[in-house]
């Protein structure tokens, strides 16, 4: 009901009903007030009912079956304790439902009154009264609802004030607010009652438990701060509960809340000491709750949060890597669950490949791979050891029947294939090897299996893809045709490719493709007849052709004397320089003839020597990779100091429109990576003291790094090593102070050395990030040639250095593990030496670094110089190649030098001798020195002449040597 009372309007409307409640005391008469003076009312918990703003009178709530708690008093101090005293709501005349029941008296002791009213508290009685009657609003208004004794007469106040209550249209509200949707059996949980229109704590409410089928479970009263604590019983039945309030004068308000189960851990869960390790279990919580999972163990472990799942379960990844296989951790979740966990000793990576057939080679199957950290299924050429396709990223586990796309098509014919699984150890799932990735390791070795894949085998066919050749020439200029050779087979072959004019065949060049490769070719010859040719470039399977039409150049008439003009001849000039052969044919200085070819053609041989070049690609040919290009235009390269070619203006007539410059003929490369001033210089750029016009040699210069490199500042001198100059300067993008190397003073600094450089440069950049290996920070070429690299404190030379020789064989394995890791992948170092090979105090003792990766052995070879070294391996020599086999020779020599304290083979510039002296092999190291003689026969291996005797690679000579040890 929501009806606007007033007393004068209900006065006899509700029949007769009476509500009331008996205080212990004899009923006193209608005129008397004396005994109904001293009273005041509350929620039957004590709590202060709302007072109306207007009236200032106590409220009820409308439509709301409410207990109020009223205290009677003795009228004056020395009064005895009152007799029962009664109380009532007349139902006839206040709007109150006549089915209110429940009316009691109660006689408590003073102490348990509750009332904040001074004049009571003060007054030296020993028992006040206290009884309850319960009351159900039915319409709203104010002064609705009167407080009368059981005479009918009105009870006021201590002010002498009628007790009547207003009934207001909108019930006050309290707010219930529990902080949580969720708790477990035996938990407590705290509620807080709060006014809502004004925000502040409500005290003494009552907050009831109550159960999913509606049962009174257990109760609190709030405290002064609004809050209660109820205890969940631990027999609670798992499902829904709520919490209600009922404040006398308030809208009642209930909460819901679930009970669950609390959270456990998986007991059976296994650990290692590896990152990404999952701790989970299962909860009843509601979807979404958050726990906060706490690991303790040796050292410091982050904590982590986790949530429930739609299906119960919750896990959280933790990094392990810190700890050791047999260590103990504690996983907890505060107050809730705690589990002890101890870590395992990981699995190793496995591989299984089995032997196969590929229709097109273009796909090989692994087995099985069990990747426990996840990664990628990587192929390699089981012979040279290159990376030949790699799988996209897995997630840990084990892979059954793995594809594996390669990247360039197996050739026909059985193949040995190796599969190798690689972490991803960056965390990226982008394979990006050498920089990181590495491969699974077990036992200091990658885990491999290889098997023989065949291929159907299809015969060779060099197909010509592409071709280029100019249009249209003047006569003496020089003509570039290049094309693409093909194989479209899967079976390596070996055929001459040619360059013709017409029917006359300008050179051959003898290829070698595997199957699927393809190789760039080029050709330069000059125009000397004019006319319109057929130009092509030819296999034994194909050829592509063009049209070349020769044009006479313009004769023109000038008054200079300098360059008389010249009809063409009918014959090619020869070179300056030159001389006719006994049959009247030109030669150069090289003895060889120039050769009329036909169709107005002429060629030096020597020239064809310079001209031809072959263009590396990826898929280069196993055959010869061709030399560079000619440097000057002429029949010699620039290095063999040759005469001018035959476009010198003094040897074949030009036009004077047509004349080249004074770097006329000079190739595009050789400008490319220049400023204006290094494009206007020659090919070969000399470095070194300025001369004066006197021929006196003035003071040296200052290094060209201080103005010539914006990031270097502070560059000092240190000194010269071999080729190079060694200075310390500040990097504006590294911290501390950097190292430089850089092509000495006085060193020639060509195209061809650049070249080398930068593919030294390229290959330590690609190692750099290892702990062995001496960090490159920064490089360049200009002004000259330079790296810049981390300045290794306390660093000494491998050959300096004064320890045990267990502590120098130690240092030597510090550096295998980077050398052996860019073997895997056809890189290597070519240049371990005593020096190259540092040894750095650590507070982990002494540590290996490999210094120099091939910087100063570039510039060396560049310039002709001996690079023979006790560490140089014979084919290194006789070939001019190197391998694995290479790097195990290097290291078992700086093995013999750490235990006989000097290097086994004689330092001299003497190729031969020094051979002789491999040949015959050192003396055993323990005839030497007294050491071990367990540890002659690894060492001696891999000092072996024949690379094929050697140890496999710088691992397995490692580990021979530690067997022994």
């Not at 007349?90 to 009154?113: F, G, H, K």
């Not at 049962?215 to 604590?229: H, M, P, Q």
């Not at 919490?243 to 296994?270: C, H, I, K, M």
Request: proline content about 8%; overall charge negative; some cysteine.
């Amino acid at each position: 009901m929501d009806r606007q009372w007033r007393r004068r309007d209900v006065l006899g409307s509700i029949g007769s009903a009476t509500v009331g409640v008996a205080v212990a005391g004899t009923p006193a008469s209608a005129d008397s007030l004396s005994n109904h003076r001293n009273v005041e009312v509350y929620d039957e918990n004590g709590t202060k009912l709302p007072v109306a703003g207007d009236t200032g009178n106590p409220i009820l709530a409308n439509d709301v079956t409410q207990t109020i708690r009223i205290e009677a008093f003795p009228p004056d101090p020395d009064d005895e304790p009152l007799s029962q005293q009664e109380f009532q709501i007349n139902a006839d005349e206040d709007p109150v439902s006549e089915t209110t029941i429940d009316t009691y008296s109660v006689l408590q002791e003073a102490s348990r009154l509750v009332t904040d009213n001074e004049n009571y508290l003060n007054i030296p009685y020993r028992e006040g009264q206290i009884g309850y009657l319960t009351v159900t609003p039915i319409g709203t208004g104010e002064e609705v609802i009167v407080l009368r004794d059981s005479g009918g007469n009105r009870v006021q106040n201590h002010a002498g004030e009628d007790i009547v209550f207003d009934v207001l249209r909108s019930n006050l509200e309290v707010a219930l607010d529990l902080g949580r949707d969720s708790v477990t059996p035996g938990e407590s949980l705290t509620a807080t009652v709060t006014v809502v229109a004004t925000g502040e704590p409500l005290l003494r409410a009552d907050i009831a438990l109550i159960d999913s089928n509606g049962n009174w479970i257990d109760s609190a009263l709030t405290d002064e701060s609004g809050r209660a604590t109820i205890e969940i019983p631990e027999s609670a039945r798992l499902g829904e509960y709520s919490l209600e309030t009922r404040p006398a004068g308030y809208q009642p308000t209930a909460v819901s809340f679930q009970v669950r189960s609390p959270p456990e851990f998986d007991e059976n869960l296994t650990l290692y000491p590896q990152s990404d390790q999952a701790i989970s279990g299962t909860s009843s919580a509601e979807q979404g709750t958050t726990y906060t999972i706490e690991v303790a163990g040796p050292g410091f472990i982050e904590d982590a949060e986790t949530e429930v799942q739609a299906d119960g379960t919750f896990s959280a990844a933790f990094d392990l890597r810190s700890l050791s296989a047999g260590d103990e951790v504690t996983a907890r979740i505060d107050g809730l669950d705690e589990v002890i966990y101890t870590l395992e000793s990981p699995p190793a990576a496995t591989v299984t490949m089995n032997p196969q057939i590929s229709q097109n080679g273009d796909i090989v199957t692994v087995s099985e791979a069990f990747l426990p950290e996840g990664g990628y299924v990587v192929m390699h050429d089981a012979n040279s050891g290159d990376v030949i396709g790699h799988t996209a990223y897995f997630e840990p586990g084990t892979y059954g029947d793995v594809d594996v796309l390669l990247d360039e098509r197996l050739p026909g014919g059985e193949n040995d294939v190796m599969a190798m699984p690689h972490l991803d150890s960056d965390g990226d799932e982008v394979y990006d090897f050498p920089d990181s990735d590495g491969p699974y390791v077990a036992d200091g070795e990658p885990v491999t299996d290889t098997a023989v894949v065949s291929v159907s085998r299809t015969p060779a066919s060099f197909e010509v893809t592409s071709f280029d050749a100019p249009d249209t020439v003047t006569w003496g200029d020089y003509v570039t045709v290049t094309a693409r050779i093909e194989n479209t087979g899967n079976v390596e072959a070996t055929q001459p490719v040619e360059c013709r004019i017409d029917s006359g065949v300008v050179t051959t060049r003898t290829v070698t493709l595997g199957g699927g490769a393809s190789q760039a070719v080029e050709f330069t010859f000059q125009a000397v007849d004019a006319g319109r040719f057929t130009l092509g470039v030819y296999t034994d399977d194909d050829s592509q052709t063009g049209q070349l039409t020769v044009e006479t150049p313009q004769t023109t008439t000038t008054t200079t004397t300098d360059t008389p003009v010249r009809d063409p001849p009918t014959t090619p000039a020869a070179p300056s320089g030159s001389q006719f052969s006994d049959n009247g044919s030109p030669e150069d200085e090289s003895g060889l003839p120039w050769l009329p070819l036909g169709a107005g053609v002429a060629v030096s041989v020597a020239g064809l020597v310079g001209w031809l070049s072959f263009t590396n690609t990826d898929d280069r040919p196993t055959g010869n990779a061709g030399e560079a290009p000619p440097q000057n235009g002429g029949g010699s390269s620039p290095s063999d100091g040759g005469d001018a070619s035959p476009s010198d203006p003094e040897s074949a007539p030009q036009s004077t429109a047509d004349r080249p410059g004074p770097d006329a003929g000079q190739s595009p490369t050789n400008t490319s990576d220049r400023g204006p001033t290094e494009q206007a210089s020659n090919d070969t750029r000399q470095r070194g003291a300025a001369v004066d016009s006197e021929g006196t040699r003035s003071a040296e210069p200052e290094s060209p790094l201080a103005t010539g490199v914006r990031d270097l500042s502070n560059v000092n001198r240190l000194g010269r090593r071999g080729p190079l100059d060694v200075y310390t300067a500040v990097h504006a993008d590294v911290a501390d102070p950097v190292r430089v190397l850089t092509v000495a003073d006085g060193v020639d600094v060509d195209d061809d050395l650049e070249a080398g450089f930068r593919d030294a440069v390229h290959g330590w950049r690609n190692l750099s990030s290892h702990p062995n290996v001496v960090t490159l920070q920064d490089w360049g070429t200009d002004p000259v040639p330079w790296v810049a690299t981390e300045m290794v404190a306390d660093a000494t030379p491998f050959g300096a250095y004064e320890a045990d020789p267990d502590v120098l064989l130690d240092v030597l394995s510090d550096v295998v593990e980077p050398v052996n890791t860019a073997s895997l992948y056809s890189a290597t170092h070519g240049n371990l030496t005593d020096e190259t090979v540092l040894i750095a105090d650590t507070e982990q003792g002494p540590t290996g670094l490999v210094d120099d990766w091939g910087v100063n052995r570039v510039v060396e070879r560049a310039q002709d110089e001996t690079w023979l070294t006790p560490y140089t391996a014979p084919e290194q020599l006789e070939a001019g190649t190197g391998g694995r086999s290479t790097e195990v020779f290097a290291l078992g020599a700086l093995a013999y030098e750490a235990l006989a304290g000097e290097p086994p083979f004689p330092e001299t510039d003497d190729e031969t001798r020094y051979l002789d002296a491999v040949r015959r092999g050192p003396t055993p190291p323990s005839e030497r020195d007294g050491s071990d003689p367990a540890l002659d026969g690894p060492i001696l291996r891999a000092l072996a002449a024949d690379p094929e005797q050697r140890h496999s690679s710088v691992t397995a000579f490692d580990a021979a040597l530690r067997n022994e040890r």
